[in-house]
């Protein structure tokens, strides 16, 4: 099953090669079949040079060497034809391997960004960047450098055994038998190796994901002293990838030798086989029949070496294809929504919302129109209602249990809770990042499973937890939020956050690069680049989840003034464990293990003395 999947694997990737280098293939393999027959041609030249002109010179006195320079000057200009097609084929297969590379990278890139987060939630980052590096980089070498060698060795090995056949079949014979015996013993070690070679990719892949945590998390590891730890886990893992590496290289490089031999063995059997012939036999085999006999039998058994050599790289191409192609099928993020979020303007009368193209500030929900029909559009004002709603990230577990949640238009809506609780849980539902077991999600009345997934995205402002800023100006990082914002667009909405101030601070104010996720500024800095972000975005839902966790308390006081503002019109969703930032809001959610457990304003709850007291005091429930 192994070997047909790795068939089928180099069979898709092939197909890929030829569907868009198609001629540039075509062209490849004619130059290969000329510099075949050309280093064909010089063998067979040995056969005449012997017979035709340095046996009969060698018996005459006066030797005329005219004719023979003639001819050297013939074959030198066919084996001028064979260096220059050996050229252009080198180049046109640098063409089609880095085109191939590029495509390929090109196609899962694409469709890495069409995958749920649940994939990204399973699979090790580092592991997914290995196949944009080590595993495709195999398949350049296999494409570049192994496919053209492996075919040319098949045209070498066809035209020479019929030149074999044609200049003698007794010793065609056993020259087939040792030849058959290199390629079982190719065939049966390539088996071998193979599985080793898989085991290597999957341990290359390890590697880069535990620098990538080292390297991400490398102020953790030294605050708590960790440095001999990690360094005992890394030799670990790195010794798991070189005992790997060993057995696949072990087993593959005894290929080379074995042929080898066996390529020699050939050679001296076949000189005792032309001489027996000549001397017991009485078979007319003159000696330079016998010597291009024997030059053809090294052309015959050097492809076969050829192809032995490749058999590390060919293999290792195989599974790091079966890695790419395992990204490639993974099944998209589903979406059968219909609706979609379109900018809208007010008649006259102010009573039928009309689509427009350019930004108003108002926005309404695109409904088709069934057969017949005409769309209908309804304004969109933010309302989200959960009802009866069941969810788990597994079938076998279930997180989040009957949650009912109405917030109306211009609503506060805050989740409070221990860890765990499922806070994060259910503004990852409204987003659709996971998609409910039971129940129902409504936003403006719809359901938003009606609604495109990245139209329902594009409602929503969220400001993340875990910042994350990208290469590019401060500029460039809020003007993520809403690309065709304008520069003042973006100012603006800094001075909302409050991190004008510390922008202009900057060594380039807002034109200032920022590199490795902002490194060079502050957590508070970074996430109130964050909130600048949601806030040129100006949606009409909003989602903070833990959105002042890393800026002092007097720097929050600021920005929870400039979040208030931001908050206007919008219905709003905060997460927080500081519970001083909700006690504003017109409905506080109190989360346990999945389950609203209380709700209410912050003074209901704290005169029913419950688990949101506890929280918020400090004090045991009495």
């Given at each position: 099953?192994?070997?047909?999947?790795?068939?089928?694997?180099?069979?898709?990737?092939?197909?890929?090669?030829?569907?868009?280098?198609?001629?540039?293939?075509?062209?490849?393999?004619?130059?290969?079949?000329?510099?075949?027959?050309?280093?064909?041609?010089?063998?067979?030249?040995?056969?005449?040079?012997?017979?035709?002109?340095?046996?009969?010179?060698?018996?005459?006195?006066?030797?005329?060497?005219?004719?023979?320079?003639?001819?050297?000057?013939?074959l030198a200009l066919i084996l001028m034809a064979g260096v220059v097609c050996s050229y252009i084929h080198n180049r046109l297969m640098i063409n089609v391997s880095q085109g191939t590379m590029y495509r390929l990278r090109t196609s899962m890139f694409k469709h890495?960004?069409?995958?749920?987060?649940?994939?990204?939630?399973?699979?090790?980052?580092?592991?997914?960047?290995?196949?944009?590096?080590?595993?495709?980089?195999?398949?350049?070498?296999?494409?570049?450098?192994?496919?053209?060698?492996?075919?040319?060795?098949?045209?070498?090995?066809?035209?020479?055994?019929?030149?074999?056949?044609?200049?003698?079949?007794?010793?065609?014979i056993v020259a087939v038998i040792m030849a058959l015996l290199m390629a079982v013993s190719t065939t049966q070690l390539g088996?071998?190796?193979?599985?080793?070679?898989?085991?290597?990719?999957?341990?290359?892949?390890?590697?880069?994901?535990?620098?990538?945590?080292?390297?991400?998390?490398?102020?953790?590891?030294?605050?708590?002293?960790?440095?001999?730890?990690?360094?005992?886990?890394?030799?670990?893992?790195?010794e798991d990838l070189r005992s790997s590496t060993y057995d696949a290289n072990r087993i593959a490089n005894i290929v080379m030798p074995v042929n080898g031999n066996l390529s020699q063995l050939n050679y001296v059997l076949l000189g005792v086989a032309g001489a027996a012939l000549i001397l017991y036999a009485h078979i007319d085999l003159s000696l330079?029949?016998?010597?291009?006999?024997?030059?053809?039998?090294?052309?015959?058994?050097r492809p076969i070496a050829n192809v032995s050599q490749q058999v590390n790289s060919v293999l290792n191409a195989a599974v790091g294809a079966e890695r790419v192609f395992a990204l490639l099928d993974e099944e998209p993020e589903s979406d059968n929504g219909t609706v979609e979020i379109v900018n809208a303007a007010q008649d006259d009368e102010e009573t039928i919302l009309l689509p427009i193209v350019q930004r108003t500030g108002l926005w309404a929900w695109k409904v088709p129109a069934e057969v017949g029909g005409k769309p209908q559009f309804i304004r969109v004002d933010g309302g989200i209602e959960f009802e009866n709603v069941d969810f788990g990230y597994t079938a076998a577990k279930?997180?989040?249990?009957?949650?009912?949640?109405?917030?109306?238009?211009?609503?506060?809506?805050?989740?409070?809770?221990?860890?765990?609780?499922?806070?994060?849980?259910?503004?990852?539902?409204?987003?659709?990042?996971?998609?409910?077991?039971?129940?129902?999600?409504?936003?403006?009345?719809?359901?938003?499973?009606?609604?495109?997934?990245?139209?329902?995205?594009?409602?929503?402002?969220?400001?993340?937890?875990?910042?994350?800023?990208?290469?590019?100006?401060?500029?460039?990082n809020i003007?993520?939020?809403?690309?065709?914002?304008?520069?003042?667009?973006?100012?603006?909405?800094?001075?909302?956050?409050?991190?004008?101030?510390?922008?202009?601070?900057?060594?380039?104010?807002?034109?200032?690069?920022?590199?490795?996720?902002?490194?060079?500024?502050s957590q508070g800095e970074r996430q109130l680049l964050a909130i600048a972000r949601a806030a040129v975005a100006d949606l009409p839902v909003l989602i903070l989840d833990e959105a002042t966790s890393s800026i002092d308390t007097r720097t929050e006081i600021m920005v929870q003034r400039g979040m208030d503002s931001l908050m206007k019109g919008r219905t709003t969703f905060v997460i927080a464990h500081r519970l001083s930032t909700v006690r504003n809001a017109d409905c506080i959610i109190v989360l346990d293990h999945g389950h609203i457990i209380e709700r209410g304003t912050h003074d209901e709850l704290l005169k029913q003395h419950g688990k949101y007291y506890q929280l918020y005091t400090g004090r045991d429930i009495a």
């Open positions: 099953m192994k070997a047909k999947a790795s068939k089928g694997t180099l069979l898709r990737l092939t197909r890929i090669v030829l569907k868009n280098y198609k001629f540039s293939c075509l062209a490849v393999v004619a130059c290969i079949i000329v510099t075949s027959l050309t280093t064909l041609a010089s063998t067979l030249f040995t056969r005449s040079l012997i017979d035709d002109y340095i046996v009969p010179l060698t018996q005459v006195d006066n030797p005329d060497y005219s004719s023979l320079a003639q001819t050297l000057f013939t890495m960004e069409s995958l749920p987060i649940a994939y990204f939630d399973t699979h090790a980052h580092g592991d997914v960047m290995s196949r944009y590096t080590n595993d495709v980089d195999t398949l350049r070498q296999m494409i570049g450098q192994s496919l053209p060698q492996v075919f040319s060795s098949i045209i070498t090995l066809t035209v020479t055994f019929a030149s074999m056949l044609a200049l003698n079949i007794p010793l065609s088996k071998l190796s193979r599985r080793h070679f898989k085991t290597q990719q999957q341990k290359l892949a390890e590697v880069n994901g535990f620098i990538e945590e080292m390297m991400t998390g490398q102020k953790v590891v030294k605050v708590f002293c960790h440095e001999d730890k990690a360094i005992e886990d890394f030799e670990r893992i790195n330079g029949t016998l010597v291009a006999f024997l030059t053809l039998n090294k052309s015959f058994s279930t997180v989040l249990h009957d949650i009912n949640i109405n917030a109306m238009p211009d609503q506060k809506i805050a989740f409070v809770g221990g860890t765990g609780a499922g806070k994060t849980t259910i503004t990852n539902l409204i987003n659709r990042f996971y998609d409910i077991q039971q129940g129902s999600i409504t936003c403006d009345g719809i359901d938003i499973t009606q609604i495109k997934k990245k139209h329902l995205r594009r409602s929503l402002g969220m400001v993340l937890q875990e910042t994350n800023l990208f290469t590019g100006t401060v500029l460039d003007r993520y939020g809403r690309l065709d914002a304008t520069d003042q667009d973006c100012i603006e909405a800094a001075k909302l956050a409050n991190a004008d101030n510390f922008i202009r601070r900057l060594s380039n104010g807002y034109n200032t690069v920022l590199t490795g996720n902002g490194s060079n500024l």
